[in-house]
């Protein structure tokens, strides 16, 4: 262990991460060895890099920003849905879909101590959030009579919780050999002068890294390798807080098989042209969202010819890929985008400091950044009390108060 330590004092000079080991010697013999192991595996370039990062600002003004083309799902015919259903069931029915929940969050935010997907919202039924997304395939299974693999992203602080959590409840009745976790990875979280924290064990403060993030755990857990072992090729992902969510959808499987999309997203009207979201664009030629923050008044009233929203197609983070794409993105590095936390810490005389105001840089990166690298995608607009329920403040919008009342509207419970 001695050369280890040498080694690990060495990188952490070279970034003037040294403290790190302020408290080396408080831990007992097995910590020690974890904490190196843990900075060992820590990319200090790419930290100072972050950091740096911090102090400018991206700037979308010579940006060229476009309309992006959508179809509208309502207003398909009736033939055009029967057609497109037939040929979307087929693929599903050759064991061709999988679907990707990404499920590291907790559930603090509405006052919940377990992971985000363990919380119930008050149905009558008191399914979870977890049963509630898995009710989908099971309905597929006595629908297609195929079973759908589910592979959930997990992370470092929930995973034991979720998998626990699932069987428990033994997989909702889901075959268990169908189920597959896997971790997504994290980033340390920096203050303001650059150093990683510590966290209340004493070892670097680690963050998830973002929804974007996805791709890169997807290939370095085995799930792409895995997937393509089972002849899938197309994948849903989403998140995990929409119980509306409609992972197995025929008619966006059918669509972007018969245009050759490789990526098909689908997307909301706006509420209006004040509504704080992420929205469909084309920048500088490539699909892209951008975040409500990047938009001008102007464009953000801006209508077409049928008095619609130019830039309205809301991103729901509802998002099918084929394979084929996948394995690209994944060997593909998205952007950090920084954010300023409230980060509880030990500090260097050794005392657990939980800050009043934010303290700390927090980096992620997002899975819409992985548009600009492909040339097209279709969009499919879906209708938000069919397929738009979030859950994810304790009160108000988007709360389980009305997340509960959109699916029991949907699904007429009373």
Known sequence: MEEKLLMVKEKLAKYGQEHLLNFYNELSEDKKSELLDEI?????????????STKTKPDFTESKIEPIPHITKSE?????????????????????LAVVTMAG?????????????????????HKSIFEILCDNFKLAKEKY??????????????HQDTVKFFEENNYFNYPKEAVQFFKQGTLPMLNKEGKVLLNELKMPKQ????????????????VIYNMKERGIEWVF???????????????????????????????????????????????????????????????????DENGELLYGESHILCNQFNIKILEELANNKLPYHVAVKKASYINENGEYVVPEEPNAYKFESFLFDAFSLIPEMLILRVKREEEFAPVKNAEGVDSPETARNLYNNYYHLS
């Open 207 to 222: 963050a998830p890294d973002g929804h974007g993030g996805v791709f890169e755990a997807m290939r370095k857990n085995g």
């Open 105 to 125: 969050g907790q559930g603090t935010r509405l006052g919940h101590s377990g992971p985000k997907g363990t919380f119930d919202i008050g149905l009558s039924s």
């Open 76 to 96: 398909l015919s009736n033939e055009e849905i029967e057609k497109y259903t037939k040929i979307g069931e087929q693929i599903i029915k050759q064991g061709k």
């Open 237 to 303: 992902i989403s998140g995990v807080d929409n119980v509306l969510v409609k992972p197995i959808d025929p008619v966006l499987t059918a669509i972007a098989t018969e245009k050759n999309m490789l990526v098909a997203s689908k997307s909301l009207v706006k509420a209006n042209p004040k509504e704080k979201v992420g929205v469909f664009c084309k920048k500088d030629g490539k699909p892209s969202v951008i975040e409500y923050t990047e938009i001008s008044d102007e464009m953000a009233n801006a209508k």
């Open 145 to 158: 009579d195929i079973v759908i693999p589910w592979y959930l992203m997990t992370s470092e602080e929930n």
């Open 40 to 52: 060992l595996t820590i990319d200090f370039k790419q930290v100072e890099d972050l950091y740096e």
